[in-house]
């Protein structure tokens, strides 16, 4: 059991993020990429701060004074928020995590800066039954609602616990939603894999620590969640947040007619009906 609740968040937004790019010659930051006129970093930021998250370092790279000067002008994020810098930004995400060293201390949530979730997904990795200092990933076992799947990191969980993780997975019953509780364990693991490799992924500290029976999954059940990794999906969370609202829990309509041209939409509908959330009916 946890000895005091988790208040700290690392937000890791420091890489290319070419995949979302308008053009090669497009420079603009992914994390300030707009989704329904919100940048994808002020949502992050702000789901967190619903879900009980006091103080957030967010590890920057490329483009980082642009980054950080928008965050800056932001007046409604609703939690501290600091800077940490990622200079060896072309690197794989776990050197970001590396950066962080200092912020994560005992424990803390990791979120990466293009995925949207709902404040469910982080009361997923903060649930009580995982001791102090665990280090626990919010995974979905309902794979057919994955938006992009090809693109998804794939996950083998058994019982509670993480097996194997990769893209590359052909055996697996879950995705990795983006959301972490992480602890000391973890950094010590991709330490390790970066003296060796000069390089160190997020995957690989989870590997590490998952073949020690040291890295647990959690259940985030139906809450929303995407990876805006690309234009498509970008479109898609623009239609999640119209649909669920902001926090993607809130009340909405009724199935709109358009949503027969996007399936996995479609399913997120179906599910929320079987949930018991309130539905709001057509307006006649």
Request: with cysteine.
């Amino acid at each position: 059991m946890m000895d005091h609740p988790i208040k700290r968040a690392v937000v890791i937004a420091a890489g290319f993020g070419s995949r979302l790019r308008a053009g090669e010659d497009d420079t603009f930051p992914k994390p300030l990429r707009e989704v329904e006129s919100v940048p994808l970093l002020v949502r992050v930021l702000r789901c967190l701060a619903a879900s009980g998250i006091e103080q957030a370092a967010v590890v920057l790279g490329y483009q980082a004074d642009q980054i950080r000067a928008a965050l800056e002008q932001e007046s409604s994020l609703g939690l501290q928020v600091s800077y940490l810098l990622n200079e060896q930004y072309s690197k794989s995400n776990g050197v970001s995590v590396l950066a962080a060293r200092d912020f994560v201390g005992s424990g803390c949530v990791l979120s990466m800066a293009d995925h949207l979730y709902s404040p469910r997904v982080v009361s997923a990795v903060l649930s009580p039954e995982f001791a102090a200092g665990s280090c626990v990933l919010g995974v979905d076992y309902d794979i057919p609602r994955c938006f992009d799947l090809d693109d998804a990191t794939k996950v083998r969980v058994e019982g509670n616990r993480i097996v194997e993780i990769s893209k590359t997975l052909s055996s697996y019953n879950a995705l990795d939603s983006g959301v972490f509780r992480v602890g000391p364990s973890l950094l010590e693991a991709l330490d390790e894999v970066y003296r060796a490799k000069g390089d160190c992924s997020l995957s690989d500290g989870v590997r590490a620590l998952s073949e020690r029976g040291e890295f647990f999954a959690s259940d985030i059940g139906s809450a929303c969640w995407i990876d805006v990794d690309t234009p498509e999906a970008a479109r898609h969370a623009a239609h999640l947040v119209r649909l669920l609202g902001d926090d993607l829990e809130g009340r909405f309509p009724a199935r709109p007619e358009p949503l027969a041209a996007f399936p996995a939409l479609e399913a997120v509908w179906q599910a929320r009906l079987r949930s018991s959330f309130a539905v709001v009916p057509d307006a006649e």
